[in-house]
């Protein structure tokens, strides 16, 4: 489909090479998603860094 890797018709025609395939996939998706704790740190962090904003002495109250 998009020039690389194989076809899809050579992956799925052993057995183990679906197997190998599939544990690529989980693999991919174990590794990209973040967990439930880095991201609530993360959102926590952002939070708390947040500047306060300026009051300008020209502005109407």
Known sequence: MFGFGPRMNQVFAN?????????GV?????CT???ADDARLHEQAKVQHVPAKHKSPWAKD
Do not use: D
């Open 15 to 23: 057995r183990w090479k679906a197997v190998i395939w599939s544990m």
């Open 26 to 30: 989980l693999l991919t998706a174990y």
């Open 33 to 35: 998603v973040p967990a």
